[in-house]
């Protein structure tokens, strides 16, 4: 069966870098484009990063650009999201999932578990 699981997360200083990983099985992961979501208690989810099956495009939240990147491996059925310059307001369960088509803005189908991401000193 389809299956996303994230790893990664964990305890990061202000200022300090994480990097995800998302790897997936039990579909054609290079045919599908992946994203990157976020959701803080108490706040709605929220969109941050999506890569086409190929990497030929990348879809940015504005509240991320400068900082967080995306990057995936097909070879590998991983994708990435590489944070940097981490701040306390990313705190978070950070998620990847598989969209339904393979370019960004066509919506959602599989979700992992969500990897927790806290930013404190």
């Known amino acids: 069966q389809v299956q996303l699981v994230e790893s990664g997360g964990g305890l990061v200083q202000p200022g300090g870098s994480l990097r995800l990983s998302c790897a997936a099985s039990?579909?054609?992961?290079?045919?599908?484009?992946i994203g990157w979501f976020r959701q803080a208690p108490g706040k709605e989810r929220e969109d941050l990063l999506c890569?086409?099956?190929?990497?030929?495009?990348?879809d940015s939240a504005r509240s991320v650009q400068g900082r967080f990147t995306i990057s995936r491996d097909n070879a590998k059925n991983t994708v990435y999201l590489q944070m940097n310059s981490l701040k306390p307001e990313d705190t978070a369960v950070y998620y990847c999932?598989?969209?339904?088509?393979?370019?960004?803005?066509?919506?959602?189908?599989?979700w992992g578990q969500g990897t927790q991401v806290t930013v404190s000193s």
């Open positions: 890569i086409s099956s190929t990497s030929s495009s990348v």
């Open positions: 999932a598989t969209a339904l088509r393979d370019r960004c803005r066509y919506g959602y189908v599989y």
């Open positions: 039990g579909f054609s992961f290079d045919a599908y484009a």
